[in-house]
């Protein structure tokens, strides 16, 4: 497989520099600088080849003429410097032209430098137990999956390219696996945590996720992946801050909280499996948490979730992490102003009201300009024959009055909803992750190469078992991972590659069960329209990526529809909501190397099909491009035992 040669390499000249124990300005300080080349390098036609440690993972910054630097040195290394999680030594020539008169001095004071620039990104480690527990919500008691005896699970603190390393231990009596909703992995779809990409942990076992949050920010959260997990709880919050060098577009908030909102079942997770496996639907949640709590009496002993201080702002990160509905959040009496979206600073603008779509999230700010007293917190169900509510409280310091009886009421239609979402737009004058402005990337003078159509349906199999498909197929997740399968060359044996076409039949009559993946060329740069022939509103996740929600129509889509796509201030994020009967449509980039999972965000819709994966293969294979297998990565299925490639 590639570059396991280079690989091996790089871990052995590793080796070499752990037995040695002499750092770069030890080695660097041994030349004295009258022309004859330091310890550990040599003198070549006044070409100086020295060795610096750098950290393999932070290289590649400096290949790509990013921020970090004018270009790698030596392009023929890019494949070992782009290795991550390894320090390797890399060879950096320095040019001694008599001209310039460089000293030893000089290369002391360069290579330093260097190796400052791009030192490692910090590490942030978390150790879960994950264990079976009771909550009762609503009055009465349900199982639940809880993280460090929690509900919901601990947050997850970070900045913007911090290495996260998470060690899971399986105390469950069944299989497990967690996705890091929103988060990229670059070139790294090991991580992910679908069953597409990795082995389960299984029951009594431990399994530790390292992953890097690349160039991201934002708000994102993480769930448990498996089967119904999901209902069950497992579920926390993910804040990525950005560097303390990059200006965020708005005052630092006095205090920030989270509202983890979403639908709930009282029944446990392994009865709603059986429901679904014996052919029903899950049908009406039995209420609406925040939390995981739900205020039954705003004139009550409650405990508010936060306490304000007059005249403060707050920021609050607000993530549907439900299993079915679209819930409408407000809060009694306080506007909120969005000021971020899946990753993305948006235009700030003061809303009443936010339609929060099942998987997305928002980060709005609130100001304690109103009385002293309690106020509610509502999210309630939207585009439903029925209407389920969720309250909390907050309260501002010293309040000696509870919240008002009347209530604010959430819209009604959704195309109040569709109204809502063409007012979010891309902030093109402030920065993200990276230094540079989100507008610097003109993403609507890019030329599509190829257009992609999903449509979902749903249909009775021959059993007559209920299932949901794209564009016909109804994904079923074999016993060995996809990506597995792809990377020990025994794919045919798992799957075969594009059961469906990228322009399905106008009418889906039959239902193919398999597991559906597609293949995609890398850094194409892709259009994929989402249609939706039914009477409920759809929400998907893209894993891997980011990509830009240019349009959203009732009806069926067309090629003249592209007329009426925003191609300056789209909203770059990862997850997308297609309502009843109409379109959505994104342009992305495939340039993510990896197996990544598009899902239906509805449990039910995603448990009976509704989903797939996107295969994009670097033709180069090259560590640049896509890590190889983790050697502490898990092997099942067929692979189990196979020598690594």
Known sequence: MRDRDDEEGVRRITQETHDRKREPSELLAAGDGDGQAPEGGELRSKVWVVRCVFDASEVGGLMKNDRRGEGCPLEKEKDLCENQ??????????????????????????????????????????????????????????????????????????????NIVVNVFNNLDEPLLFTWHGIQHRKNSWQEGTPGTMCPILPGTNFTYKFQVKDQIGTYFYYPSLGLHRTAGGIGGLRIFSRLLIPVPYPDPEAEHWFLIGDYYAKSHTALKQILDNGGSLGMPNGVLINGENVKHLHGDNKPQFTMKPGKTYKLRICNVGSKDSLNFRIQGHPMTLVETEGSHTVQNAYESLDVHVGQCFTVLITANQEP?????????????????????????????????????????????????????????????????????????????????????????????????????????????????????????????????????????????????????????????????????????????????????????????????????????????????????????????????????????????????????????????????????????????????
Request: glycine share 6%; net charge negative.
């Open 85 to 162: 999680s390894e320090r390797v030594w890399m060879f950096g020539l320095i040019h001694m032209s008599t001209t310039h008169g460089m000293s030893a001095i000089s290369v002391v004071m360069l290579c330093l430098f260097a190796a400052t620039v791009i030192a490692e990104d910090p590490y942030v480690y978390y150790t879960w137990n994950v264990s079976y527990g009771t909550i009762s919500p609503f009055g009465a008691p349900k199982q639940a999956i809880l993280i460090n005896d929690q509900f919901p699970g601990p947050e997850i603190n970070c900045s913007s390219n911090n």
């Open 373 to 645: 007293r309690e106020y509610a917190v509502i999210a309630s169900t939207r585009f439903t024959p029925y209407i389920l509510e969720g309250k909390a409280i907050i309260s501002y310091e010293g309040a000696k009055k509870h919240a008002s009886l009347f209530l604010p009421l959430a819209p009604i239609t959704w195309f109040w909803s569709l109204n809502q979402f063409r007012t979010f737009r891309w902030n093109l004058t402030a920065s993200a992750a990276r230094p540079n402005p989100q507008g610097s990337y003109h993403y609507g003078q890019i030329n599509i190469t190829r257009t992609i159509k999903i449509v979902n349906s749903v249909a009775r199999d021959d059993s007559g078992k209920l299932r949901y498909a794209i564009n016909g197929v109804s994904h079923v997740d074999p016993e060995t991972p996809l990506k597995l399968a792809q990377y020990y060359g025994v794919a045919d044996k798992v799957f075969q590659y594009n059961l469906i076409s990228d322009s399905p039949d106008e009418y889906i009559n039959k239902i193919t069960v398999a597991p559906n993946v597609l293949n995609a060329t890398f850094r194409d740069f892709v259009e994929i329209v989402f249609e939706n022939p039914t009477v409920s509103v759809q929400s998907y996740n893209l894993d891997g990526y980011s990509f830009f929600l240019v349009g959203m129509e009732e009806g069926r889509w067309s090629p003249d529809k592209r007329e009426s796509y925003n191609l300056l201030d789209a909203v770059s994020r990862h997850t997308v909501q297609v309502f009843p009967n109409s379109w959505s449509a994104i342009l992305l980039t495939f340039d993510n190397a990896g197996m990544w999972n598009l899902r239906s965000e509805n449990a039910e819709n995603r448990y009976l099909g509704q989903q797939m994966y996107v295969s994009v293969l670097s033709p180069e294979k090259s560590l640049r491009d896509e890590y190889n297998l983790p050697l502490t990565q898990q092997v099942c299925g067929i692979v189990k035992d196979m020598p690594v490639p």
